[in-house]
């Protein structure tokens, strides 16, 4: 029988004359005129896991499709673009502007390849100290430039699965199958990351002393949207105030779980990302 975490008392108890600012101001950007719903699903589990505000930053020709779809309480930061819908370099200055009102980056999820987009995700990087969240096609944007993660100050979590971990670090996939914790560990140490090793049994280490494997979550959450939605838990996390490797841990258990919990009613075959968040509050509940 699976043995649940029980989640740290700064996430489950809360002062009584707290305000949102308290629990994280969040930044997500993320999203392309083909990927959209990659915004709306990581926005949406980062409140579902407890975050105090929520912004997503988004080329500024899909927003008002975000506007009619997104959770209510999600804030929107329309953002100039390429040609072709995706988040282009001119966006940083008014980035860079929004994140000293920030406490947690989240980006990656949805971005779409792009010369432009690649080159506004490593000049944020490399500027800011907050703690970031790398994802999806952020980490592409890094490939080649891994410079850039070993001179950041602040704290960074990877969350790459097998494929974008071998293009990022220029390994073998056939090496990392078979050596998947070694992988992990060295390469986390090596560039000073949290990395989360996405896929059966995900690992999660900072390369020094912690080092954890996941026994939650099922096959039916290999699945579009699903990795987003583990990157907005990961940010709430670290909204609440648990370090790198902490919030790692917690928030890919946590999202296996909303995931199992999910799959009883849906099925593994039925289930869809926007499930899990549904989850996610029950998945708390067993973990608190």
């Known amino acids: 029988m699976l043995k649940l975490m029980r989640l740290p008392t700064q996430l489950l108890r ?7 600012g308290d629990y994280g ?35 500024a020709s899909i927003n008002p499709a975000v506007i009619k779809n997104k959770t209510s309480e999600v804030m929107t930061l329309p953002l100039p673009e390429t040609e072709a819908g995706k988040l ?14 920030t406490t947690i980056l989240v980006i990656g999820p ?47 979590i990877l969350t790459p699965h097998t494929k974008e971990m071998a293009d990022l670090f220029s390994i073998d996939i056939a090496f990392i199958k078979k050596n998947r914790k070694l992988v992990a560990k060295k390469y986390a140490k090596d560039y000073n990351s949290v990395i989360i090793l996405k896929g059966h049994q995900s690992i999660v280490t900072d390369g020094k002393t912690n080092f954890y494997i996941n026994k939650t979550g099922n096959p039916g959450m290999a699945t579009a949207g699903s990795g ?18 902490n919030a790692a841990k917690y928030a890919t258990h946590i999202h296996g779980l909303a995931g199992d919990i999910a799959a009883k009613d849906k099925t593994q075959i039925g289930l869809i990302a926007s499930d899990i968040i549904s989850r996610i509050p029950d998945a708390l509940k067993f973990c608190s």
């Open 25 to 59: 101001r969040i930044l997500i950007l993320a999203g392309s005129s083909r990927f959209s719903g990659a915004a709306l699903l990581c926005a949406a589990s980062t409140l579902r896991a407890g975050a105090g505000t929520v912004t997503i930053g988004i080329p």
């Open 228 to 245: 987003d939605v583990l990157s907005g838990i990961i940010g709430a996390f670290l909204g609440q105030g648990l370090d790198a490797f």
């Open 88 to 101: 282009s370099l001119k966006a940083f200055s008014r980035i860079k502007h929004i994140l000293k009102k």
């Open 14 to 20: 809360r002062k009584a004359d707290s305000h949102k």
């Open 110 to 156: 949805g971005l779409d390849n792009d010369k432009s987009t690649y080159a506004l995700v490593r000049k944020i990087v490399k500027t800011t100290t907050l703690p970031i969240v790398i994802d999806a096609d952020a980490l592409n944007a890094l490939n080649h430039h891994l410079g850039i993660l070993k001179r950041h100050q602040g704290k960074i």
